[in-house]
């Protein structure tokens, strides 16, 4: 991939972010970082960023804040929360907002590149797909579920591993490639880390009521259609 992304970045821990943002800057995206909520609001409309990375606790103005603004301008710009407070609630009103993603700290700088170069980067044949599952049109690069002129975004894990399931329509797709496909390895954690999106992927699925996401015991999930 040979990135072109701008990206606005805003976190009030300068130490880190700056880290973080020499971390990028090293990887060939242009990153401006901005120091709270309120200064990368007035660089939004300045650089006109493909990606916006938020910080959820900043003083002046929040995260959520600052999302909630942008999208006021904005619904294609990707929006990724990187915040410290993992709380179920917090990531709903993330996922509420229009985030595409919401990683919690402390995280691997390669992880957030790896969803960056998946998500922003020259997509191929496969990314680029549009999945017809039922009444749904799932936009795979762009995390969207769109029904006539309601438009669902999803996390990337979640568009992660609805993509396989998407793949392989009434069938059941294992546990162990599900992890290892999404999350590189099927340790304990992130199995459950794996139930908990597929429960948010049922709620996404649930306007089309022909769709299930079937648990299939001990082997995995089926996503049935009809």
């Not at 009030?12 to 060939?28: E, S």
């Not at 590189?184 to 429960?199: F, H, K, P, R």
């Amino acid at each position: 991939m040979k990135p072109s992304l701008k990206i606005l970045f805003a976190d009030d821990d300068i130490k880190y972010a700056l880290l973080l943002k020499d971390f990028l800057t090293h990887n060939g995206y242009n990153v401006t970082y901005a120091g709270n909520g309120r200064i990368a609001l007035d660089l939004f409309n300045e650089i006109k960023p493909g990606l916006v990375l938020l910080d959820v606790n900043m003083p002046e103005m929040n995260g959520f804040e600052v999302a909630r603004e942008i999208r006021a301008k904005d619904n294609k710009v990707l929006i990724f929360f990187l915040t410290d407070r993992s709380d179920k609630n917090d990531r709903l009103k993330g996922f509420q907002l229009k985030g595409n993603d919401y990683l919690a700290k402390p995280f691997y700088p390669e992880e957030l590149l790896a969803r960056i170069e998946e998500r922003l980067g020259n997509p191929s044949e496969t990314n680029q797909k549009i999945y017809k599952i039922g009444n749904i049109s799932f936009h795979y690069t762009t995390n969207e579920l769109i029904t006539g002129n309601t438009k669902t975004i999803i996390t990337s894990r979640q568009a992660d591993i609805l993509r396989l399931l998407a793949e392989n329509i009434n069938e059941t797709v294992s546990r162990e490639l599900l992890l290892n496909k999404v999350w590189g390895t099927d340790n304990y954690t992130n199995s459950l880390a794996l139930n908990v999106q597929i429960t948010y992927l049922r709620r996404a699925l649930q306007s089309d009521k022909s769709l299930k996401i079937v648990s299939v015991v001990r082997k995995g999930y089926m996503l049935s259609v009809g």
